[in-house]
Each structure stands twice: as C-alpha cells, then as structure tokens.
C-alpha cells in the first residue's frame, strides 16, 4: 500500500511540473510506473509455480497410493483364485 501511495504522489508532483521535467527525471518516472505494474506480476508468477509444484508433488502421491492398492487388491485376488485350485 505504501508504494502505491508514494507512487500516487509522485505522479501528481509529476503532472505539476511536467515542463521543468529533465529526460532523466520523465525515465525515472517511467521505470517507476513499470516496476509499480510488474511487480506484482512476477511476485504472482514465483507463487503460481509454487503452487503448481506443490500440487504436482500431492497429485503424484495420490496416484502413487492409488496404484499400490490396486497393485495390492490384484495380488490379494490372485493369490485367492491360487487357494482354490489347491482343492482340486
């Protein structure tokens, strides 16, 4: 909030003295503007990947303990159907 409220008074310093404004002083402003803009968008952009990792890791250990019980069941039914042939 902070930024935004110095950036807020910057600009209105700005547009009152636009015409004694140096090349220098208008790119400053300008890289200012940019960094107020993107800044939260690369902030957005680390925490979205950290996000999609840590979605990443919890979707491949529920698929992991998804295929060890099914991986489980199927030996438990195979090792069933193998008692019944002792019988005979």
């Not at 968008?41 to 019980?69: A, K, P, Q």
Request: net charge negative; charged share 25%.
């Amino acid at each position: 909030m902070q930024i935004q409220e110095k950036w807020r008074i910057r600009h209105e310093w700005a547009e009152q003295n636009s015409a004694t404004l140096s090349d220098k002083e208008r790119l400053a402003l300008i890289s200012d503007g940019a960094n107020l803009l993107l800044g939260p968008i690369i902030y957005g952009g680390g925490y979205s990947v950290l996000v999609f990792g840590i979605s990443l890791v919890v979707s491949s250990v529920i698929v992991r303990e998804i295929t060890s019980n099914k991986q489980d069941s199927q030996q438990g039914d195979t090792s069933d159907a193998l008692k019944g042939t002792d019988d005979l």
